[in-house]
């Protein structure tokens, strides 16, 4: 089990002249001096993870287990002011807009490998996992909600071979999700959420030791497969930049 808190602001000046605390602002009490905060003020998260894993000396080995996750999230984006003639007083937001967003999260997960003989070895894995997500905004966008719920399993299969003492050959293939979200500066637009993005990976490899195990060799060949990629893209005819779904893309290397 884990639990994280975090808290804090990050204000940016982006005034050119820092005599611009001295010049007024339309507002009175306020400079022109400028600042920009674009953080993550409030973070709370909790997990939980509970795994029970075989111990026996048959040619069977297994584990299942299950997780749980809950987090809140507060992303602010707010423009302040140094008040007039008071250069280390701290800055008034004068405007800002930003969000909430509540995450739940459980997954199951096994796996079941059996030993075929003194050389070859197979193992699958599965996974279920459930998120459901809350947008709730604050500040301008107070009023904004959103809620979406992702549902995925994703299967692991792996065969190995022992081609000698210090040498192990091995194959697999494995299915990811990366899930989708919210884009809290397009409500009203369809790109106010984007969807999840899948991938397979396979394998083929080797890892081998030499000199009394003083050496170690390891070497991969990969291909992955993307569907559903998320990429950053302007709305046409706008200056916003949101998350979006495009199509697939492969990747491949040694």
Do not use: C, H
Request: hydrophobic fraction near 35%; glycine fraction near 8%.
């Amino acid at each position: 089990a884990s639990k994280v808190e975090s808290q804090f602001s990050l204000l940016v000046d982006t005034s050119t002249n820092p005599f611009f605390v001295n010049i007024p602002f339309f507002v009175p009490g306020l400079s022109i001096q400028t600042f920009i905060d674009a953080s993550t003020p409030v973070g709370d998260a909790e997990s939980y993870e509970l795994r029970l894993t075989s111990n026996s000396d048959g040619p069977f080995s297994w584990s299942i287990g299950a997780y749980s996750y809950d987090a809140v999230d507060e992303d602010v984006l707010e423009v302040a002011f140094q008040p007039l003639n008071q250069p280390t007083a701290q800055p008034v937001v004068f405007v800002g807009r930003g969000n909430r967003i509540l995450t739940e999260s459980f997954a199951v997960f096994g796996s079941l490998g059996y030993q075929i003989n003194d050389q070859w070895s197979a193992s699958v894995a599965m996974r279920y996992a459930n998120e459901d997500q809350e947008l709730i905004g604050t500040g301008q966008t107070s009023g904004v909600t959103g809620s979406q719920s992702f549902d995925y399993v994703t299967p692991r299969f792996t065969l190995e071979y022992a081609s000698s003492d210090n040498t192990l050959w091995y194959a697999s293939a494995a299915e990811g999700v990366k899930v989708g979200g919210f884009n809290s500066n397009a409500a009203g637009l369809p790109e106010f959420t984007f969807d999840e993005e899948s991938n397979w990976t396979y394998e083929l490899g080797l890892k081998t030791r030499f000199m009394d195990n003083r050496i170690v060799l390891s070497g991969d060949i990969f291909y992955i497969d993307w569907e559903n990629i998320q990429i950053q893209s302007a709305i046409p005819g706008s200056t916003i930049s949101v998350n979006v779904n495009s199509g697939g893309a492969t990747s491949s290397g040694i």
